[in-house]
């Protein structure tokens, strides 16, 4: 028998429910701000990712998941940023649009080793906003991030926030933080080591205790601030306050990916443990756009992952609405020919209607109705065709009744509109 690939979930049926609400939730809150679908292909080039990453990356250097065909080399999507600028230039957007707000939905790929809240197909929902330089956008793509967990009703997240400046900014702080640790470079874990020579913001980042004491005294990156970037981040700082959303600054918080510039951010969780304790993080990538072969353009996004959220939901407040669904048992070769065409007509009518496909006898069929939480139950028979009627039965109260089939239609629609009526009233 085969089995699902380690790092990788079946989402069945009974938990596909509370997925499209989640969905249905963001959705309408990116309806509120005014923000578009983009769906973007999982396959990409490989240059793609090792142009805007950069090759110093974990995820390009241990994490994409490669396909080679014949000369062509594509990876799996590691994250959805890089596909949407390339969308957004390839498709001339930037030309005919200028400044976009966009949202994604979809699954993710990176190969490393599954843990909570960490698999090797996962799913994110993400928005890009390009084409603004301005604080304000930061502002907002966060505001929106925070609304988006409020409508999921989590509560006890926590926004961490920091800025990175301008590159320069950032080469003045990596200088200085190379010379900081150079002294004690060989208590730095076996990991810190390697990224003290490829990406070394990266140790900032490190969950080991040792690495964490020598950081202890390490200047923040906002120290080296120029006076544009030490103004925009005010200028966020000031927007969140007056929104009245709570936030700690993190000196240590710096993303790993190298598009990464200014404001910077994540917003965490501690249901999910001290390692992999993220909900979602976003940021600023102004260099990006330019970096893929547009010209020099601000943006700014975010991904929560879906896996994620789902381990801190209160799923007690996430009951999905069940459509009602009309059961139709026939008796008899006869009945079920008849029982084809009832069907048809239900489903043209907007009527959920489904039927027992295995031959079993009343009162199995009837266990299977009810397997299936069905409203009505239809009941056809040879004694029901002989006065071209049928039988309604209320899986509620038990009641039955015969009706006209030239009226059965018209009925049950009738039935499923009163109790809609009275749901309203409610």
């Excluded at 926590?158 to 150079?182: A, Q, T």
């Excluded at 080591?193 to 923040?220: F, V």
């Excluded at 026939?330 to 295995?358: M, S, V, W, Y």
């Excluded at 009941?379 to 071209?388: H, Q, V």
Aim: hydrophobic share 35%; with cysteine.
């Amino acid at each position: 028998m085969f089995k699902k690939i380690a790092g990788t979930k079946d989402i069945l049926p009974e938990e596909v429910g509370l997925w499209q609400q989640i969905e249905g939730v963001s959705r309408r809150i990116f309806s509120l701000y005014n923000f578009k679908e983009i769906r973007t292909p999982i396959i990409e080039e490989k240059n793609l990712f090792f142009r805007s990453l950069g090759d110093t990356t974990e995820i390009v250097q241990k994490q994409m998941f490669e396909i080679c065909h014949g000369e062509d080399h594509y990876c799996l999507r590691p994250e959805a940023t890089a596909s949407v600028v390339r969308a957004y230039l390839e498709n001339n957007l930037d030309k005919q649009i200028g400044f976009i707000k966009l949202f994604y939905i979809g699954p993710m790929f990176r190969a490393e080793r599954p843990q909570k809240g960490r698999l090797r197909q996962f799913h994110h929902i993400g928005v890009e906003a390009i084409g603004s330089l301005e604080p304000e956008i930061d502002i907002e793509i966060i505001c929106l991030a925070n609304s988006l967990l409020k409508a999921y009703g989590i509560d006890g997240f926590r926004l961490e926030i920091n800025s990175l400046g301008c590159f320069e900014d950032k080469k003045k702080f990596v200088e200085v933080l190379r010379e900081k640790l150079k002294p004690s470079l060989s208590e730095l874990c076996s990991e810190c080591q390697i990224r003290y020579q490829r990406n070394i913001l990266r140790i900032l980042d490190c969950k080991q205790d040792s690495c964490k004491q020598l950081l202890k005294d390490i200047p923040a990156g906002t120290d080296f601030l120029c006076s544009f970037c030490k103004t925009h981040f005010q200028t966020v700082i000031s927007g969140l306050k007056a929104q009245q959303i709570p936030y700690f600054l993190s000196k240590f918080l710096v993303r790993g990916l190298d598009y990464y510039n200014r404001t910077v951010f994540e917003f965490k969780h501690p249901d999910l443990g001290p390692q992999q304790d993220a909900l979602g993080a976003g940021g600023r990538y102004d260099s990006l756009v330019k970096q893929l072969g547009g010209e020099e353009t601000g943006a700014v996004g975010f991904a929560l992952g879906i896996e994620r959220l789902l381990l801190v939901l209160n799923k007690k407040n996430w009951i999905p609405q069940k459509i009602p669904l009309v059961y139709l048992i026939c008796l008899g070769e006869n009945a079920r020919k008849h029982g084809i065409n009832l069907l048809a007509k239900l489903r043209e009518n907007g009527i959920t209607a489904d039927t027992d496909f295995e031959h079993r006898s009343l009162k199995g069929a009837l266990r299977k109705a009810n397997d299936f939480s069905a409203r009505y139950v239809l009941i056809l028979g040879d004694d029901e065709l002989k006065t071209n009627t049928i039988t309604l039965k209320d899986m509620r109260d038990g009641n039955q009744q015969k009706v006209l089939l030239s009226e059965i239609v018209q009925v049950i629609k009738r039935l499923f509109d009163s109790e809609n009526n009275n749901k309203t009233k409610d």
